[in-house]
């Protein structure tokens, strides 16, 4: 099945509802794809990949990526840099180990991309912490790489310029970008244009969420219905596609209950004459 021009949603495997309801609810919005996000330390207890292939097979929704989480990890500018990812040193060894081993729980799903919070990649490209990193990274894409799969690196807590690089030093053709259009602003560390035309080519999925720059004070700014921000959804995703990108267009809205659904179909009316 091509994705291409077709939105996608974000969803998340365990939180006591089975697979198959999850999958039958996006099929309700009608929305064909979707990525998962699964907690590395749960992908044992939480994910089957006989139950995945089912209710695949029960909905038609087709899967296009799977975000591995990592637990302690913090998404602000306050803790983030020391719990976020894979950049921390202290973090490193636990995680790749974890990476890994969801990388071939997995396997079996034939899933090819695995999204995933590096976390504040340095600027300085002599810091020995980037040095070590992208060693690291380069031994994690050889693993995926056996089994299949890409990584693809969530935008937000980096410089676009510094994400360029770091593609650029990694130098791996299963390594790429599931840009986040609103993180980027969320962070306040780029502007999503710009973020386009610095590693545009190199993006292979993609979260539609729109938000707000924070102020001095605040760790994190916010995260809005699309629409409402300051992402201009009609030229980024026309540059997505100068670009080569064309789907699927991933909505994200990170609130819950109500809000999330009136929030996703608000999404729905905003990008379906977009895409």
């Not at 021009?5 to 039958?24: E, I, P, T, W, Y």
């Not at 799969?149 to 130098?171: C, K, M, N, P, Y």
């Not at 540059?239 to 929030?263: A, Y």
């Amino acid at each position: 099945m091509s994705t291409e021009g077709k939105l996608g949603l974000m969803a998340h495997v365990g939180r006591n509802r089975s697979l198959v309801d999850v999958f039958q609810r996006i099929k309700e919005l009608g929305i064909p794809t979707c990525q998962l996000h699964c907690a590395c330390d749960e992908v044992d207890s939480e994910f089957s990949p006989d139950i995945y292939a089912s209710a695949c097979e029960q909905t038609g929704i087709e899967v296009t990526a799977i975000t591995a989480g990592f637990s302690g990890q913090m998404y602000d500018n306050v803790m983030g840099p020391s719990t976020l990812g894979l950049v921390p040193p202290e973090h490193r060894e636990q995680r790749v180990a974890e990476l890994k081993h969801f990388s071939d729980a997995i396997r079996p799903t034939g899933i090819e991309y695995i999204v995933l919070h590096i976390g504040f990649i340095p600027d300085d490209e002599r810091d020995p912490v980037y040095v070590s990193f992208i060693e690291m990274m380069k031994d994690v894409c050889d693993y995926l790489g056996e089994n299949g799969q890409a990584a693809l690196v969530e935008t937000g807590s980096e410089l676009g310029s510094s994400l360029r690089r770091t593609i650029h030093d990694i130098d791996a053709d299963n390594f790429g970008v599931n840009f986040d259009t609103a993180n980027v602003i969320l962070y306040g560390k780029s502007n999503p244009l710009d973020c386009v035309e610095l590693f545009g080519e190199h993006v292979r999925a993609c979260h539609m969420k729109d938000g707000v720059w924070p102020n001095r004070d605040e760790a994190l700014g916010q995260e809005v219905p699309i629409g409402e921000g300051q992402v201009n959804f009609p030229l980024v995703i026309r540059r997505l596609k100068e670009k080569g990108f064309n789907g699927p267009w991933t909505i994200e809205r990170e609130v819950s209950g109500p809000e999330q659904e009136e929030g996703i179909r608000q999404a729905i009316n905003v990008l379906n004459p977009l895409i």
